[in-house]
């Protein structure tokens, strides 16, 4: 419903061929700018990580002393040598910035897939079945929403030993309790649809209900859900690194080289400011293309959102 | 009523037993709490005079009970890094964490309900506009991150505040303004968006229709309940700021509260402080999640107690 302008609808209509398909998802988010923008720089990023040994201009773990501290390249010292200029141990910060967006997304996509699972299965278990396993998984939900996560992070990361391995683990471990409770409200909501309800009384297995007929209806709530919790655990990694309870040295990560620039911000303001911009740009992307997503899949949401004059027909 | 309310309790312990056990399986069966806390070249002779003096030679069913009992009376043992009582500890700086949440998430709420009610009269307005993109950029922002922004523009660039540690007013500026912001952000959007669905509803209609004043519409009737849904992230905020947010804050700007002495007893390999810590910050989580329940009561009548 989010298609208004003429483009969108001409691109609507040949919807059939996966090609027009594609169109019309190009279009739909074309006129969403922020939405656009957002999807543009996440799949340059992606670009970036998958290839970043062979697009670095520089190892990003070549050390070299005589070319320390140099500030970017449009500044008065700095040199085209290094356009982000150096850090304390002459690494280039713009490679070091590429390389460490394949951490980021490594730990971002790998903790999503995995909490995203568990709590999916859990929540369509809790929403499907009812009952007894509903309250047990419910309660355990609840229970552990109430940890104080990031400290009970900060025990097991000391006790087993940061790494990237053990971040991906940690937040796993903290992630699934949201995808349960979503995935099982969308489930009470649907369950009741003619459709399961068909597919109930021609005899269809419960495995077969749930993931064949179920499941695909909450792909867009679970889509969104899915792009927010991505661009968290990003920011959770980086606090997690900054912190150096996340990726250890000789890796790299966003957030271990605004840890090391903390230590030369008084005189090199750049080591600090680079990384976070990576970091806040990334999560700022995904979050405006999970707020286009939602619109898209949820007409009411956009009347709130650019709310003009249309805000009375959502509402009365 | 009074059902209600033990059953809210119970809950509340078995979160607080819930979060012993993990810390207990955590560091006493994954990890081993000796090699952790002593340096590698202790002996076989030091590491075991090291268990049997603290205990860790027990079976761990003696050791958790052993704790519980201790945790009942605030005896959570000595600090190994500083050789006194980690509850001593925990009493001196956890004041210092309560004033820098109260400080941050005050000056949060105090500004984010009158601008998202100001941004909810005029949904989509470039004002309205500005505010939700500026929202969405505070909410994308790592804390840490802003934090150190903030050093280095009134720390390094302007000179005007103190970048690092507490004791004056102006110590608290910074690390209250890291934590303020990105809850700041939410709290707003929070309030417009329950705002503009209250701002549409009849009985505000029929309150403008009878000509009663615009602010007393919007401020009381509108905002009274709109104001639910704000309670309830004000709670959260609350919460995470208390267990999370501050970890981060307190470490950026070395304030010396429970976070920063957290990551503190995490350099210094004192598992018998961190524990400490841990539990203490459970047992605060728990307390002011049963507090929030009555205060969304006292603020919202509809909610019944079942």
Redesign the interface.
């Known amino acids: 419903m989010t298609a208004t302008t003429p483009d969108a609808l001409e691109g609507l209509e040949p919807a059939a061929a996966p090609a027009g398909r594609i169109r019309a998802f190009l279009t739909d988010l074309w006129s969403d700018k922020a939405g656009f923008f957002g999807m543009l720089f996440l799949t340059i990023l992606l670009l970036l990580a998958v290839f970043a040994p062979l697009i670095v201009p520089y190892d990003p773990g070549a050390q070299s002393l005589t070319d320390r501290l140099q500030p970017p390249a449009w500044t008065a010292e700095g040199t085209s040598a290094h356009i982000l200029g150096t850090d304390n141990l002459g690494r280039d910060v713009l490679s070091r910035l590429i390389m460490g967006a394949r951490i980021s997304m490594l730990v971002g996509f790998a903790v999503v897939a995995i909490a995203g699972s568990v709590g999916v299965v859990a929540g369509l278990i809790a929403g499907y079945r009812g009952g007894k396993i509903d309250a047990v998984i419910m309660r355990i939900v609840?229970?552990?929403v109430?940890?104080?996560?990031?400290?009970?992070a900060?025990?097991?990361l000391?006790?087993?030993g940061p790494s990237a391995t053990t971040v991906i683990i940690v937040l796993s471990i903290n992630g699934w309790m949201v995808y349960a409770r979503v995935t099982r409200g969308a489930v009470l909501s649907v369950k009741e649809r003619g459709y399961v309800e068909a597919a109930e009384l021609v005899g269809a297995k419960s495995r077969r209900v749930i993931f064949r007929h179920i499941l695909p209806g909450l792909t867009a709530p679970l889509l969104t859900l899915v792009i927010l919790e991505f661009?968290r655990i990003i920011?959770a990694e980086?606090?997690l690194s900054?912190?150096?309870?996340g990726i250890q040295p000789p890796q790299t990560s966003w957030?271990l080289d605004?840890a090391i620039?903390?230590d030369y911000?008084?005189n090199s303001?750049w080591l600090?400011?680079f990384?976070?911009i990576a970091?806040?740009?990334t999560?700022?992307s995904a979050?405006?293309v999970a707020?286009w997503l939602r619109i898209r899949t949820n007409p009411l949401a956009r009347a709130?959102?650019?709310?003009?004059t249309s805000?009375?027909e959502g509402?009365? | 009523m009074g059902r209600f309310a033990l059953q809210r309790v119970l809950q509340g312990l078995v979160v607080i037993v819930g979060v012993t056990i993990v810390v207990f399986v955590v560091t006493r069966l994954i990890g081993d709490p000796v090699a952790l806390m002593l340096p590698l070249e202790a002996t076989a002779e030091e590491r075991a005079a090291f268990a049997g003096a603290l205990g860790l030679d027990e079976p761990i069913i003696v050791q958790f009970f052993e704790f519980v009992r201790g945790a009942v009376r605030l005896d959570f043992g000595e600090s190994l890094w500083q050789g006194r009582p980690a509850f001593e500890i925990i009493l001196e700086v956890l004041p210092r964490t309560v004033m820098l949440v109260l400080a941050g998430l005050g000056l949060a709420f105090v500004l984010a309900v009158p601008v998202g009610i100001f941004a909810a009269r005029r949904p989509g307005s470039w004002v309205d506009r500005s505010l939700v993109g500026g929202s969405l950029l505070g909410l994308s922002v790592p804390q840490f991150w802003l934090g150190l922004m903030l050093i280095l523009l009134f720390g390094v660039t302007l000179k005007w505040l103190p970048t690092s540690g507490s004791g004056t007013f102006l110590h608290l500026v910074l690390p209250a303004l890291t934590l303020a912001l990105p809850a700041f952000g939410r709290l707003t959007m929070m309030v417009r968006s329950s705002m503009i669905d209250e701002l549409h509803a009849a009985y505000i209609e029929t309150a403008r229709a009878k000509g009663m004043p615009e602010w007393r519409t919007v401020f009381v009737h509108a905002f009274r309940n709109a104001s639910n849904p704000v309670a309830t992230l004000t709670g959260w905020e609350l919460i995470r700021a208390i267990a999370g947010y501050s970890v981060v804050v307190e470490t950026v700007f070395a304030w010396p509260g429970i976070g920063f002495m957290a990551i503190q007893a995490i350099q210094q390999q004192d598992l018998i402080l961190l524990q400490a810590i841990v539990f203490v910050v459970a047992v605060i989580v728990v307390i002011v999640n049963l507090a929030l329940d009555f205060v969304y009561k006292l603020i919202d009548p509809r909610i019944q107690f079942v």
Request: aromatic share 10%; proline share 4%; net charge neutral.
């Open positions: 609840d229970t552990q109430a940890f104080p996560g990031l400290l009970l900060l025990i097991i000391t006790v087993i661009a920011l980086a606090a900054f912190l150096g309870l957030g605004v620039g903390r911000i008084f303001w600090v400011t990384p976070g970091i806040a740009l999560v700022l979050n405006m707020s709130k959102r650019f709310a003009e805000i009375q509402d009365l």
